[in-house]
């Protein structure tokens, strides 16, 4: 979308809050919701608060107004991981710098990173690969040696697929550097890790691998997997920090830190706002689910927190008692797991706002059996009041 379209579409999707989202669409559809100073605040948080270079991961929400409110909150640097990613960051920002953070590219996208976009980063976790991107990329390029870290206690392991094991990044690098191109290491210790501790194990290992391949590194990239404070124990943000810090200075690391943090700088700045179609005792089909943006909540046993509301912004209060929720496709597998805590009046028509959606959903719908969350607004007053 250019910066005119943009600006003509947000006049026409821009609210007050949520009950005023109720109260001029009276939506039967699901409504995606984009708070921009959530979003900024957290961006801001990042950018003063990790050490180092903060990469945006794309793919955790792409949205124009998630981008240009991280952008305002100071993120300059994009994780990118498809030719899609890198097109809509720098179509946005043009002085944004991206990087092909994908461990395997296809020889299209690559040639199109390097001709079109002029894109210097690109992650390696293999030897064809790395053939691969220099055939292409030439050799004026920064290697970055993605590695295999131990899964630890996150919610979703990013090793398992992707990542060279020691001894094969130990030979990446020292490959790289010898046929003349800038070096640096990568890592990812999985998604919503719980365990500031992770990074340490991590960085320790990494540098591990660069004492024995003895090149120079041009950064060391922590990677993402900080925790939104969805329902479980979750560390504060500033022990992940604390932790990245002090390994860095114990083990005399001194070439610049990077990090890219996905769901932690997007979930709590975005909702998602549904409508219970049906109540059948305690069970409630609402208009989004699995297949939509509620998927994680199934995959990732995520707990967002909910909120009911009813029409003229009446809050559903009284009572609660446990529903099990259904999404609106006919696979009976189109069920939100989960017991949600609700009004025991909640009826039909009433809507149900799920908060800490901004990760991993309107970028994973599918759009089966025709249900799609295609309304999105932005909020640019009041915030629901959910206890992040
Ligand atoms: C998905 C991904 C991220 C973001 O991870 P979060 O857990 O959302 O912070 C960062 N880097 C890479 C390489 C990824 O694949």
Not at 16 to 35: E, H, M, Q, T
Not at 283 to 294: E, F, R, S
């Amino acid at each position: 979308m250019s910066e005119q379209q943009l600006r003509r579409h947000s006049r026409e999707t821009r609210f007050a809050s949520v009950d005023d989202v109720i109260d001029r669409l009276n939506p039967s559809y699901p409504v995606f919701c984009v708070f921009p100073d959530i979003l900024r605040e957290r961006a801001q948080t990042f950018v003063e608060g990790f050490p180092g270079t903060v990469l945006y991961a794309v793919k955790c929400n792409p949205h124009p107004y998630v981008l240009r409110s991280l952008w305002e909150g100071g993120i300059r640097h994009f994780d990118t991981a498809s030719i899609f990613e890198i097109a809509k960051v720098t179509e946005q920002f043009p002085e944004a710098h991206c990087y092909f953070n994908h461990p395997v590219k296809g020889r299209g996208a690559l040639d199109s990173a390097v001709d079109v976009y002029g894109l210097t980063d690109f992650v390696v976790d293999d030897m064809h690969e790395l053939d691969k991107v220099i055939r292409y990329a030439g050799t004026d390029i920064t290697v970055e040696v993605r590695l295999a870290t131990p899964k630890g206690r996150a919610v979703y392991n990013l090793s398992a697929k992707f990542g060279a094991p020691p001894d094969d990044g130990v030979a990446l690098l020292k490959e790289a550097s010898r046929r003349g191109c800038r070096t640096a290491l990568a890592f990812h210790v999985g998604s919503q890790c719980l365990d500031p501790d992770a990074f340490r194990i991590a960085m320790e290992l990494a540098m591990d691998v660069a004492g024995k391949a003895d090149v120079p590194l041009e950064y060391l990239d922590v990677g993402g997997g900080f925790p939104a404070r969805y329902k479980m124990d979750v560390p504060p943000l500033r022990d992940y920090f604390d932790v990245i810090r002090e390994t860095r200075d114990r083990l005399g690391i001194t070439v610049p830190l990077m990090g890219e943090p996905g769901r932690a700088l997007v979930a709590s700045g975005c909702s998602v706002l549904t409508q219970v179609h049906l109540r059948k005792g305690n069970d409630l089909y609402i208009n989004d689910g699995i297949y939509g943006c509620l998927s994680e909540i199934r995959d990732g046993d995520l707990d967002p927190p909910v909120r009911a509301i009813r029409r003229k912004g009446e809050a559903l209060a009284g009572h609660t008692q446990p529903f099990r929720i259904f999404g609106p496709t006919c696979d009976s597998l189109d069920v939100l797991k989960l017991p949600f805590h609700l009004p025991d009046n909640i009826q039909e028509g009433d809507w149900i706002e799920f908060g800490l959606m901004g990760a991993y959903s309107i970028g994973m719908q599918t759009g089966f059996n025709g249900f799609v969350t295609d309304t999105i607004v932005r909020i640019d007053g009041t915030h629901s009041d959910f206890d992040f």
